[in-house]
């Protein structure tokens, strides 16, 4: 079994499919000689050449929108938006477009694209280079959203949103770039909308996504040193959502955590909060605990985004929050 | 400066055809305006009264496999491109017989298969997936060229000047289409453009503009032929300035307090395509008649044919949201 760090469980997925596919190309900026600001497509320009490694203008429009008009003729481009931040720029044609197509065609189009970014704060950049816009996305008919926590995930979900007849935004963390893991030789694609549960438990479910799945299995290792078992699972695909995994957990342990990176306040743990409560209301011991960063724009100051947004010790306090409500 | 293109080539038989199809968009439009005061069609309607021989020129100048986006005036066009007035009319009545199947409406009329990639209500939307399209095209080798139509008042949105860019830097086989009809809704050109002559903006990207008179519909096609040679040649795309007049106000019921009556009556007078093709071709009131008498049994024909469609289920909202 190969190692692969999560930036290149990426660039392992692109060249697969590319290598046996002529339909895949990737377009962006700097991703072709510098392989992108995150090296997730270095050395594929020597592989597969310019036509298909595409660099472009800073135009995310433009980009977005000319991956749209591809797929739209049944190529699958995988558009990189170089920061969730410059998402912004290309929402119109994400959102207005892409997402639509099919629906207000009555089913005559299929757009097939995949827009790669990421985001994700840790080195502060400030308030324009590192959000976490997941939120956004989900909220929108016609688009699917993932949002792959490890090596093993990106390589198998981005070979999904590749290979999926709808618009797929793909998040990636910039902090995981660099993890590593044992991954299978071949490729094993991983079906969008499953869930994964990282760690069984018996007392808490902790529902993460992306940075804080890590951050929640550190949690709950220093969790079970109290002698509270809690359950770890990443939706990985937002959109659509495993709810079934999502209630199957909560009906088992009676409390809930949600956490992401991502502003608490109108977060995507909101949602998955609704259906807990929805889905598994009776089992319920404990009001369901959010985690998420301060409803802030990412300060530079590292001590201050060190502050706003969450780490292990937030899970954890939550965790011993939802505990603690027992009338025990 | 962009070259103005001269008259085209098109035998009399031609333009009496032509003719008789954007007589056919006239009078598909005023059923359309009519029908809308009677509160028979439900949402946002814009008529391109007065742009058919942009419509009629540049869509009979494609070759089959060639594809098009259109605007949120986009009638015309998708009659044009090859939509029945049957399908198109019963999109308006938000039929399940309509070209997007009721799905879409005036502003969102799409016909894949005749090569309408869709009618776009976000001023300049289209742009960027036409610029994708003829990339596709260039990447698979397929001699196909995508056709972008926009208006004067898409060309001051991000989405033009990054297309055009774009498309030029990769010598995309595209034809972007400027259907230049003086107004950006209610604004004029004098109040949007700090320049007279929108072809500079294309030209500033190095790209190839032809300029042509909008109101004369063999000009407009040979334009379009001569513009499509060159995307698919290889030798990028090319900017059709067409100079038009929108005839009516922006929406249909625009009481177009922003706009003279003499301007109105000038424009009217002097700029309408169909009246200035009639007169050169010489047509007689007989032969006139009988032309309209022909369109106008199609235009009732669609009504009818609309409204005897079948109505989607409410819950049908809820299918083609993916795929």
Redesign the interface.
């Known amino acids: 079994m190969p190692e692969l760090s999560y930036r290149e469980a990426v660039r392992d997925t692109l060249s697969r499919a590319m290598r046996e596919d002529d339909d895949v ?1 990737i377009l962006g900026e700097d991703i072709a000689e510098m392989g992108g600001s995150m090296g997730v497509t270095h050395g594929m320009l020597d592989e597969f050449g310019p ?2 490694v ?1 660099n ?2 800073i ?1 995310e ?15 699958r ?1 995988v558009a990189e938006i170089m920061y969730e931040d410059f998402l912004t720029l290309a929402t ?2 994400i959102v ?2 892409a997402a639509k ?10 757009v ?1 694209v995949t827009f790669r970014t990421q985001g994700g704060a840790g080195w502060s950049p400030g308030a324009q280079h590192a959000q976490q816009l997941e939120a956004w996305f989900v909220h929108i ?2 688009l ?1 959203v993932v949002f792959a926590s490890t090596p093993t995930d990106v390589r198998g979900l981005l070979w999904s949103a590749i290979y ?3 618009p797929v935004v793909f998040f990636e963390h910039r902090t995981l770039y660099g993890i590593k893991e044992q991954v299978p030789e071949e490729l094993e694609p991983i079906p969008l909308g499953k869930a994964r549960v990282h760690r069984q438990g018996e007392d808490v479910t902790v529902i993460a996504t992306g940075r804080l799945v890590h951050e929640a299995l550190t949690a709950a290792q220093e969790a079970e040193q109290d002698g509270v078992s809690v359950e770890v699972v990443d939706p990985r695909t937002l959109q659509p959502l495993d709810e079934d995994a999502l209630i199957t957990s909560v009906k088992k342990t009676n409390r809930c955590v949600v956490a992401h990176e991502a502003v608490t306040r109108m977060g995507f743990g909101a949602e998955v909060a609704a259906i807990i409560q929805y889905g598994a209301f009776d089992w319920l011991d404990a009001p369901i605990e959010r985690v998420g960063a301060k409803f802030t724009p990412l300060p530079f100051a590292p001590v201050m985004e060190e502050w706003c947004v969450p780490h292990a010790r937030d899970v954890l306090d939550a965790i011993k929050r939802t505990v603690g409500r027992n009338g025990d | 400066m962009a070259k103005v293109e001269q008259k085209g080539t098109l035998s009399k038989d031609e333009l009496r055809d032509f003719f008789r199809e954007m007589l056919l968009i006239r009078r598909f439009e005023e059923k359309v305006e009519e029908r809308f005061r009677a509160g028979e069609l439900p949402g946002f309607l814009h008529v391109a009264i007065g742009q058919e021989a942009v419509a009629v020129g540049v869509c009979r100048a494609l070759e089959d496999g060639d594809v098009i986006a259109s605007t949120h005036r986009a009638h015309g066009h998708t009659l044009a491109k090859g939509t029945t007035p049957n399908e198109l009319m019963a999109e308006l009545y938000g039929k399940l017989e309509g070209c997007s199947h009721g799905y879409g409406g005036s502003m969102h009329l799409y016909d894949v298969e005749h090569g309408n990639l869709g009618a776009n209500a976000v001023v300049g939307g289209g742009l960027p997936q036409i610029t994708g399209a003829a990339l596709a095209f260039q990447l698979r080798g397929e001699p196909r060229v995508a056709v972008a139509f926009f208006g004067d008042g898409a060309t001051n949105i991000g989405t033009f000047h990054e297309s055009l860019n774009l498309g030029q830097l990769w010598k995309v086989p595209a034809v972007y289409v400027l259907e230049d009809n003086k107004w950006a809704e209610s604004t004029p050109e004098r109040q949007h453009s700090p320049i007279r002559d929108l072809s500079k903006r294309a030209e500033a990207f190095g790209m190839t503009a032809i300029k042509v008179d909008g109101q004369d519909v063999g000009a407009v096609y040979a334009a379009t032929r001569r513009a499509l040679e060159h995307a698919r040649s290889g030798k990028g795309p090319v900017f059709l300035h067409c100079d038009t007049y929108r005839l009516r106000g922006h929406y249909i019921g625009d009481p177009q307090v922003y706009r003279s009556k003499e301007e109105q009556e000038d424009v009217r007078e002097h700029h309408d395509p169909i009246t200035l093709l009639r007169e050169a071709l010489g047509l007689s009131d007989e032969e006139f008649d009988e032309v309209d008498g022909e369109v106008q049994e199609i235009v009732d024909t669609s009504v009818d044919f609309a409204k005897n469609g079948t109505d989607p289920r409410p819950e049908d909202a809820l299918k083609n949201v993916y795929a």
């Open positions: 190309f036509e298909r595409r472009t203008p135009s429009m433009a980009l977005a929108g000319a991956a749209i008009g591809a797929a739209m003729q049944g190529m481009p119109e044609q207005n477009q197509h099919r629906y207000m065609s009555g089913g005559q189009l299929t097939p008919p016609g699917k999926d007849d709808n």
